[in-house]
């Protein structure tokens, strides 16, 4: 029964935190090597990266609302548990 309880939460979690790993492999691209990030541009390390962390700011947003709705689902669950006496 805790298992069922655990596994949304669980899902929701692993879901925001690979999501915010796409645009963070493309910060690390753009800071160790410029070039790669953007090949047309001859950006500094500094410029690349500021570029890319405005490309990624969509991406953080949407990471932190699917978080925010785990926390959410987290609270429901640990207040189920106690309900039902699993905690």
Do not use: C, H
């Not at 899902?11 to 492999?25: K, T």
């Not at 932190?64 to 309900?83: D, F, P």
Request: hydrophobic content about 60%; cysteine-free.
């Amino acid at each position: 029964m805790g298992a069922m309880l655990v596994s949304p939460v669980m899902m929701l979690e692993g879901l925001g935190y690979i999501l915010a790993v796409v645009p963070s492999i493309y910060l690390g691209i753009s800071w160790l090597s410029p070039q790669k990030a953007f090949p047309d541009e001859s950006l500094t390390r500094i410029e690349a990266f500021r570029r890319q962390l405005i490309n990624s700011a969509n991406a953080y947003v949407l990471v932190a609302l699917v978080l925010l709705v785990s926390a959410v689902a987290e609270v429901i669950v640990v207040q189920l548990a106690v309900m039902l006496g699993l905690a």
